[in-house]
């Protein structure tokens, strides 16, 4: 008996009833996830169609955005920031996420599309899958660690639910919350979270798009040559991803202290956005610009793409409109990455693929989920090129991204710029500032 109990069998069967009960809690946040998901993307389908056929709607996209922020002003306080406030519960529990955040932040969203705002949609799935699953917190009688899990596991399955990219989707919900760390006990619970919630999405009828990269774009093994070509592409995507999450970031900055009414703020980017599509005589950059995507792996595009659809988003985002940021740097990646193709060696197609997920792994910080994205949805073949993108990407775009709640782990370049473990991305321009004035005293101390 004595052998028994210090084999690993001891521990096996402690391990395998905890796997067992929360493999089954994920699976009821993936049933929740995806089943809100596919509402969701049925809802954006109808919005975008009916945008679609009656483009005057456009004009009433200051009015929808001031119904939206008076909304999140009378109602919302406690869940406007949105995804950051998932990952500041995850890293500093507080209480439990409302629930009014899940059908919060779809009215909002599909009024954003509905009325012509560049946006995305995993913001919305991730707050949803998120906030459906905290509530499980009171029903089990969940303990702090527990809750982490669940709250992690519902960004998985809401990720993955929306895009249709499950591995992709179980990683990151362990990827985004950290830079240069990553917590595999939630690992199991993440991967059936992200595998239900798909699986659910799909059975409730509803389709994902098809972003195809033709066989013979890719050679029969990859070369040092386009090797060294993804590698440029990488680095020239993670200053894209970082400029447009500084951008989004600064024009949030700046509206709200020029604008102290909050609703008043995406009246004024509403108004930005309709003015500047109707001067540009085109809908392209509104909405989640989809065609456009499919388009970059088919035909040369205007370079200028990714510039246009930048700063609708930029503004769209920044003003206090809802919705993601993921597809608008979907496209942004895609085009960003046809444009390449004019400079790089690499087909057009490929360049796009990279394009498609570098610039979200620059701007998310999520190297690992980005580059099984890029597996899941254009195929293996384009493994090696979107990995060495992804990685260089992420290790360009420096430590900011769209996500400001993200904590600093173990740092892109060695330390993080030396910042404390657990410092918020948010926080780090603080940081250096107290630090840049405390370097001189320091230095002359170290003279003396």
């Given amino acids: 008996m004595k052998m028994f109990h210090d084999s690993p069998l001891r521990d096996l069967s402690g391990v395998l009833p905890r796997a067992a009960y929360a493999s089954a809690v994920a699976a009821l946040v993936g049933v929740m996830a995806g089943s809100a998901s596919a509402l969701f993307l049925v809802a954006l389908d109808l919005a975008t169609d009916t945008r679609l056929a009656h483009p005057w709607l456009l004009w009433l996209l200051p009015v929808g955005g001031f119904a939206v922020g008076w909304l999140y002003l009378r109602l919302g306080a406690r869940v406007e920031a949105g995804n950051n406030l998932l990952i500041d519960e995850i890293h500093d529990p507080q209480r439990v996420v409302p629930l009014r955040m899940a059908p919060l932040v779809l009215f909002g969203t599909v009024a954003t599309h509905l009325f012509g705002g560049s946006a995305g949609r995993e913001g919305t799935a991730v707050q949803m899958g998120g906030a459906l699953a905290d509530q499980l917190t009171h029903v089990l009688r969940l303990s702090g660690e527990q809750r982490r899990v669940v709250l992690m596991s519902g960004i998985a399955a809401g990720f993955a639910s929306v895009f249709g990219t499950p591995l992709a989707g179980a990683i990151f919900g362990l990827e985004v919350l950290a830079i240069g760390r990553l917590r595999y006990d939630a690992l199991l619970p993440c991967l059936v979270a992200a595998l239900v919630g ?37 680095v020239l995507c993670g200053l894209v991803g970082m400029a447009f999450a500084q951008a989004t970031h600064a024009t949030s900055g700046f509206m709200k202290r020029r604008i102290a009414y909050a609703p008043l703020r995406p009246f004024v980017g509403g108004l930005l956005v309709a003015i500047a599509a109707t001067a540009l005589g085109t809908p392209q950059y509104l909405g989640l610009g989809i065609p456009t995507i499919v388009d970059a792996f088919h035909t040369t595009l205007p370079w200028y793409d990714f510039l246009g659809k930048t700063l609708f988003t930029v503004v769209t985002l920044g003003s206090g409109f809802k919705g993601g940021e993921v597809t608008p740097l979907f496209y942004i990646g895609a085009t960003f990455g046809n444009a390449l193709s004019h400079v790089l060696s690499l087909p057009a197609a490929v360049l796009a693929g990279i394009g498609f997920v570098a610039v979200f792994a620059g701007a998310a910080n999520t190297p690992i989920a980005s580059t099984l994205m890029a597996i899941e949805i254009f195929g293996p073949q384009i493994g090696g090129y979107a990995a060495i993108a992804c990685v260089l990407a992420y290790l360009c775009s420096g430590h900011t991204g769209i996500y400001r709640a993200q904590r600093v782990g173990y740092g892109k370049h060695g330390a993080g710029g030396g910042a404390p473990e657990g410092t918020r991305l948010a926080d780090l321009p603080a940081w250096r500032s107290a630090i840049g004035t405390k370097a001189p005293a320091d230095d002359a101390s170290r003279r003396r």
Avoid: C, E, P, Q
């Fill in 198 to 234: 798909d699986a659910v999405t799909r059975a409730w009828g509803v389709h994902h798009t098809v972003y195809a990269i033709a066989s013979g774009n890719f050679a029969a093994s990859m070369s040092l040559s386009g090797a060294l070509n993804a590698a440029a592409a990488g």
